[in-house]
């Protein structure tokens, strides 16, 4: 299964690969064996020893795209699907875009989860603009390129169809 890292941008490959009882598995990760033992396991927090050292994890936030984690004190942040980004970015149209277009379209059909910028705030090109929700995933929509919001064409809560205009950014 793939992850990417989004604090660091790194992306990693991990799986399970066999069970070996009372809470011991072999992973694989980035192409190495590994040895995990659960220690406890809870609602909130999990503890576990991987290659003989232990660890705790603490959960933060749980979506059906995305995971945030307290591992040792350091706050991390899995996208657990990173070839969502790719296809919803594709899809914007940015690939194909120049620097002169300016709107970003929806790449789904969704409900609006929340609108994280606002008319005339600066954005970088991969800037999340807004989430969006369809079957039970959230989606981030990146900024399609670097430039000033004109304006928001979406409401917070309201659905929106593929190919809808979100925002315009010049």
Known sequence: M??????????????IVKSTGNNEFVLKIQGKERDLKIVTMTHDKV???LD?????????ENS??????VVDGVKLTFNKRPEMDKIV??????????????NLKSQIPG???????????????????????S???????????DGIVKSIKMKQGSSVAKNDVLAEIE
């Open 2 to 15: 793939k992850f990417k890292l989004e604090n660091t941008g790194e992306n990693l490959d991990g799986e």
């Open 47 to 49: 503890e576990f020893m």
């Open 52 to 60: 003989s050292v232990y660890h705790i994890t603490k959960y933060l």
């Open 64 to 69: 059906t795209n995305r995971i945030t984690l």
């Open 89 to 102: 970015y594709k899809n914007s149209g940015a690939d194909s875009a120049s620097d002169s277009q300016i």
């Open 111 to 133: 409900r609006v989860v929340s609108i994280n910028v606002t008319a005339g705030d600066n954005v970088k090109k991969g800037d999340v603009v807004c989430v969006l929700e």
């Open 135 to 145: 079957m039970k995933m959230q989606i981030s929509i990146k900024s399609h390129k």
